[in-house]
């Protein structure tokens, strides 16, 4: 039986470089994220800069997460059986992961570090705090993406 959505098979190419533009995108900011924030550990004085590029690339993780996610349920209205294959779900359930962390990375980790830059250095108690729940919430969101893209592989 097939879907209602059989004519975007037509545009399957494009639809699929989208998707995989979008994963280059967003993955790209989450990596580069994570490889400053690596950095500042070593150039604590830095943190002020980092503090203004930061919304800079998460806004490139946004932006690549729209484009996943339009080509990727263009991918899906056609291929509507995908629903029941593990590999597919566990994608589905990385990316709500994803999601719901990067929220919590906007409203909470982004605003707090830009809050903290100017005494990073000074390693308080607080700042210690704030990385640690910063640290777990980055690393959610690094391995989240690239276990997207790895499941990404494993479907196509």
Partial sequence: MESDFSFLFAYDRWIRFFHIAGAIVAVGAV???DILLAWLKFHPKAAPLVARVAPLLSLQVWIG????????????????????VFVFQLKMGLVFVVFLNGIFLN?????????????????TERMRKFTKIAGIAAAISFFGWWGIVFLMLVLY
């Avoid at 997460?65 to 056609?78: D, E, I």
């Avoid at 982004?110 to 100017?118: M, R, V």
């Fill in 31 to 33: 990596t580069a994220i």
């Fill in 65 to 84: 997460f729209m484009m996943l996610s339009g080509s990727g349920l263009l991918l899906f209205l056609p291929r509507w059986r995908l629903e029941s």
């Fill in 107 to 123: 409203m909470w980790v982004t605003p707090k570090f830009k809050a903290l830059a100017s005494e990073w250095y000074q390693r």
